[in-house]
């Protein structure tokens, strides 16, 4: 199991992520509920996985957030709670 890294994210990484996050018009409270799950330092399969909010998923592979999707598109890997 690994953590979700919240520090030294590759900047294409992020650029990535905030592009995603805008195309995709994810809100602010999502945002917020990202940020609280966060805080209470999940841990993650090594590889990829998803975590379905009411509005969006998370996609990662270990340690790092790979993508933003809609709650209507289909994630791959293991789902964490």
Known sequence: MARIRRER???ALMA???RRVRER???ASQLGLL???LD???EVPADNWFKR???MIVCGEG???KTFLTADQA???DEVS
């Open 75 to 77: 994630a791959v890997g």
């Open 35 to 37: 940020a609280a799950w």
């Open 40 to 42: 209470g330092d999940p």
């Open 9 to 11: 994210i590759p900047d």
């Open 63 to 65: 340690e790092l957030i």
């Open 16 to 18: 990535r992520s905030v």
């Open 53 to 55: 909010f009411p509005e």
């Open 25 to 27: 018009a994810i809100s």
